[in-house]
């Protein structure tokens, strides 16, 4: 994990030492090109946040949700109102059950029993949370006018290892549990389409089970991702 960190950093660093970075009026920084060129490359230019509808057999999700933000972008637009956008992203998605506990024995792979059954004894039960860490790289071809952009495409996902984390409460006191290094297929990839108006945006993300994250004998999930996006 601290190798491909290393290698993600350099490839975001590298373009900076062959360029000056210039801060627009709107709050973007580009490293290549300018504002009102048809090829540019900018600096974190957007994040966002959603809510997950989870379909899943060996679990009760209580909720789900999504958080991604922007680290690098290359903006291709040989016409005005027509381009691609290519980025790199980190992403984070987390499963939260409050009747279930999430658990991995030796090899790393996250699987599901019953809470009581992984804590026994007398304790209130709070939630157990399954949590990926990923860098995507969103292939996006989108249509412009005005304020307005539509856009749609592909993430390919390079996922690293995530965690759980349980809470519960025990002789009243607050017990907090987290078991890191959980493993998740390497590679992976969804579809995402987007809508946003003067920088502010609807986006779903769907998950196909032909390149699911989660690994053979782990919880089979289906997922799909509703949210907001916001330019920064």
Same mark, same amino acid.
């Given at each position: 994990?601290?190798? &491909?960190?290393? %290698?993600?950093?350099?490839? !975001? ?6 360029? /000056? !970075? ?9 490293? @290549? ?7 540019? #490359?900018? @600096? ?14 060996? +679990? ?11 680290? #690098? ?22 499963? &939260? ?32 949370? #399954? ?7 969103? #292939? ?13 495409? !592909?993430? $390919?996902?390079?996922?690293? &290892? ?27 990839? /969804? +579809?995402?389409?987007? @809508?946003?108006?003067?920088? &502010? $945006? %609807?986006? !779903? ?7 699911? +994250? ?7 999930? /289906? ?6 996006? +916001?330019?920064?």
């Amino acid at each position: 994990m601290k190798k &491909t960190l290393i %290698l993600i950093c350099a490839l !975001v660093a590298m373009p900076m030492f062959y360029a /000056n !970075v210039s801060a627009q009026d709107d709050g973007r920084l580009i490293i @290549l090109g300018s504002s009102d060129s048809k090829a540019s #490359l900018e @600096l974190g230019t957007h994040m966002g946040f959603s809510y997950n509808i989870v379909k899943a057999d060996s +679990f009760k999700p209580s909720n789900s949700g999504e958080f991604f933000i922007n680290i #690098l972008k290359l903006n291709l637009y040989p016409v005005d109102f027509f381009g691609i956008e290519l980025g790199i992203d980190y992403k984070t998605i987390g499963f &939260t059950s409050k009747e279930d506990a999430f658990y991995a024995e030796g090899d790393k792979i996250a699987k599901v029993m019953p809470y009581s059954q992984k804590y026994p004894g007398e304790i209130t039960k709070n939630f157990s949370r #399954l949590r990926t860490n990923t860098f995507s790289a969103p #292939l996006m071809i989108k249509i412009a006018a005005d304020k307005f952009k539509i856009g749609a495409g !592909v993430e $390919g996902n390079l996922n690293l &290892t995530g965690r759980i984390k349980d809470k519960y409460f025990k002789d009243g006191k607050k017990v907090k549990n987290i078991d890191k290094g959980i493993q998740f297929n390497r590679y992976s990839y /969804n +579809f995402v389409a987007g @809508l946003a108006y003067d920088g &502010t $945006g %609807l986006y !779903v993300k769907y998950y196909p089970k032909s390149s699911s +994250f989660m690994p053979e004998g782990s919880p089979d999930i /289906n997922l799909t991702t509703v949210g907001v996006i +916001f330019d920064f």
